[in-house]
């Protein structure tokens, strides 16, 4: 998609990312007095982004980073949460027509998820001027966006119930605007129901209408590069942080059996350069979307604990004393041809147990060796699942098992 790879340093000055994540800030690392600077670790990579952009007055660019970030949080491997992990970032900066760099992000989230054949995943969108117009439709205080939006935030994880008690309870909130909210949060679908939102009372807000027409042009671009199967406009995605400004999106897995939350999230944060820059009113519109990499091998683990999944192709085995070099020499031929092999450690160890470890590892065919075998130039290859056993050439080994290995893949 024709980006160009940047790293950024792990520490920032806390002033750089204090006040960009809404409630999440009290997850950021704060390190203690570094030679008169006050310094933290980077939470996430959009902020340090941001942040290169402004101090190198760059307004152009299409980057991708593959970098750990950092946590003050619960860890909690089984819903793939971590205090250090990898964060694959993809980002547009740059003043463009609507929607047509947003819905770029869109398609490689889909084309990552594909190729890892992850197919079972629903990407949410919704749009931050509607959750604005949906909050001052329903009466609540503008000082109060942020925190109510944070506590939205939290509906993939709590059900509305708890959500309504915490706006109420803890934000303050009147519980007859919670209830008004909740009549909008809990809605999702397609352009039928943007097309509806227009016509109802919250396409009469300003803001509103300017966001459902955003999604709406979204969803129509979607539809032209095939995403329609796999995007939902939904009105309770709201994600916390406090720097995006337009179009905000989460990918999460459909399957029941799998909980790590969101896989993929991000959006468009139009004003973060521009916080970030010493010239004002400088500003650098931005788009982009972060892809959890621990969490998304937490799920192809989980996919290959049934499969058996083990990346040797086959095991070299001897039969009798002095084969150990035998299967040195047959093992640098295979490995020189990039047939991913293995061979006992062992000089001398029982044919049976080579077999058992191959049916244990999930190792699909075992070459076997003996004294005779080397005498007559030939070697036997035996099926582990089928225990078949049939005899290869010496010379024509490598080929040999290249073709029935092409043969298994088809």
């Not at 290169?52 to 307004?59: D, F, H, V």
């Not at 897995?253 to 896989?263: N, R």
């Not at 029982?350 to 065919?365: D, M, N, S, V």
Request: net charge negative; glycine share 8%.
């Amino acid at each position: 998609h024709g980006a160009l790879q940047i790293d950024t340093p792990v520490c920032e000055l806390k002033e750089t990312l204090t006040g960009k994540y809404g409630e999440d800030s009290k997850l950021i690392y704060d390190l203690a007095d570094q030679g008169g600077e006050q310094l933290a670790l980077r939470y996430d990579l959009t902020v340090p982004f941001a942040r290169y952009l402004a101090q190198n007055k760059i307004t152009t660019m299409k980057r991708y980073q593959i970098s750990k970030v950092y946590r003050r949080d619960n860890p909690s491997i089984t819903k793939g949460r971590f205090r250090e992990f990898y964060q694959c970032d993809f980002d547009i900066a740059g003043a463009f027509d609507p929607m047509i760099p947003d819905v770029e992000c869109l398609r490689i989230v889909y084309e990552i998820l594909k190729s890892l054949q992850i197919n079972s995943f629903v990407i949410k969108v919704n749009h931050r001027e509607i959750l604005d117009g949906m909050f001052e439709l329903c009466g609540v205080p503008a000082e109060k966006f942020k925190t109510i939006c944070s506590a939205i935030d939290k509906l993939d994880k709590m059900s509305w119930d708890e959500v309504k008690a915490e706006m109420i309870g803890e934000k303050g909130l009147d519980e007859s605007v919670a209830d008004k909210i909740g009549e909008f949060v809990q809605l999702n679908g397609s352009t039928e129901l943007v097309d509806r939102m227009l016509a109802e009372e919250l396409g009469t807000n300003a803001k509103a209408k300017s966001g459902l027409e955003a999604i709406k042009l979204l969803l129509k671009y979607c539809d032209i590069f095939k995403l329609t199967d796999n995007i939902r406009f939904d009105l309770s995605l709201a994600r916390g942080l406090d720097y995006y400004t337009g179009v905000i999106y989460e990918t999460v897995l459909t399957l029941e059996e799998v909980e790590c939350g969101s896989i993929a999230a991000g959006g468009r944060y139009d004003g973060l350069v521009g916080v970030l820059a010493d010239t004002p009113r400088w500003q650098v519109p931005c788009v982009g979307v972060s892809i959890g990499i621990e969490r998304i091998l937490a799920i192809m683990e989980k996919q290959w604990e049934d499969k058996n999944y083990y990346p040797t192709q086959v095991l070299i085995a001897s039969i009798g004393k002095g084969m150990t070099e035998e299967r040195m020499k047959m093992i640098i031929e295979l490995w020189e041809a990039d047939i991913r092999a293995e061979h006992s450690f062992k000089n001398n160890a029982k044919l049976l147990t080579q077999f058992q470890y191959c049916e244990q590892k999930g190792i699909p065919f075992v070459i076997i060796i003996g004294e005779d075998e080397v005498n007559k130039g030939i070697v036997k290859l035996r099926n582990i699942s089928t225990r078949e056993e049939s005899v290869i050439q010496r010379e024509n080994l490598v080929n040999d098992l290249k073709k029935l290995f092409l043969e298994s893949t088809q």
